[in-house]
């Protein structure tokens, strides 16, 4: 059974950092594009960031980039999200998602992703 699980999430000042990570088991995700996104209390959930297989493609949500840095150790079926500069509107539950197809383009719609993962809540405070 395929399954994703986010860690690293917590309750952080403005300013701050966190490391999301997202263990995968059940199968390897060496092959797959993973994406990370985040949904904020009364709002839909919204793409933050995606890498292919390699890691060698990233794509970020304007309102991230040049603070999260999403990679993979596809060794350890691991993907993390280095959050930095963190803000207020950075609070959501932030869930981690595998595409299913082999060697796929990164992606930054919801329907490109067949697995999810039970989220982790992040909370930044002014």
């Known amino acids: 059974q395929v399954q994703l699980v986010e860690s690293g999430g917590g309750l952080v000042q403005a300013g701050g950092s966190l490391r999301l990570s997202c263990a995968a088991s059940g199968r390897t995700f060496s092959r797959n594009t993973m994406g990370w996104f985040r949904q904020a209390p009364g709002k839909e959930r919204e793409f933050v960031a995606t890498l292919t297989w390699s890691g060698a493609i990233t794509y970020y949500a304007e309102s991230v980039k040049g603070r999260f840095t999403i990679s993979r150790d596809n060794a350890k079926n691991t993907v993390y999200l280095q959050m930095n500069s963190l803000k207020p509107e950075d609070t959501a539950v932030y869930y981690c998602?595998?595409?299913?197809?082999?060697?796929?383009?990164?992606?930054?719609?919801?329907?490109?992703?067949?697995?999810w993962g039970q989220g982790t809540q992040v909370t930044v405070s002014s």
């Open positions: 998602a595998a595409d299913l197809r082999e060697y796929g383009p990164g992606c930054r719609i919801l329907a490109c992703y067949d697995s």
